[in-house]
C-alpha cells in the first residue's frame, strides 16, 4: 500500500544514502543487480529503487537486500536498546527522580 505523504526530507537524505551504500556495497562485491535481487526473492526493478532510496519500498525488502548481501546484521543493531544514548538518559533520570522521592517520603 502506498505511503499516504511525502516523509520528511531527513529520512529521504537517509534513505537515499543507504541506497548508495547498497549499491556500492553490491558493486564491491561484484554482484550483479540480478543475482542480488534474485537472492533476496525480488525484482531488479525493486531492486533499483532500493539503490535510488524510494520510500515507498517496505522495509521488509530493504532488509532482504541487506540480507543477501551479508549485512543484515547491522539492521537488527539500528535499534539496539544498549545503544539508545538518550533513551538510557531518560531511564537514568526517570530512576534518579524515583529514588529521590522515596528517599522524601522516608
Do not use: C, Q
Amino acid at each position: 500500500m502506498p505511503t499516504p505523504h511525502t516523509p520528511p526530507i531527513a529520512v529521504r537524505r537517509a534513505l537515499a544514502k543507504l541506497g548508495d551504500d547498497i549499491f556500492d556495497a553490491r558493486k564491491r562485491r561484484k554482484l550483479s543487480a540480478t543475482v542480488i535481487a534474485e537472492r533476496a526473492f525480488t525484482s531488479r526493478k525493486t531492486l533499483k529503487r532500493i539503490e535510488d532510496g524510494d520510500y515507498r519500498v517496505s522495509i521488509g525488502i530493504y532488509a532482504s537486500v541487506l540480507n543477501a548481501l551479508g549485512m543484515i546484521d547491522a539492521l537488527s543493531n539500528l535499534a539496539d536498546a544498549s545503544k539508545d544514548k538518550i533513551g538510557l538518559l531518560l531511564t537514568s533520570e526517570a530512576h534518579k527522580r524515583k529514588r529521590l522521592d522515596n528517599e522524601k517520603k522516608r
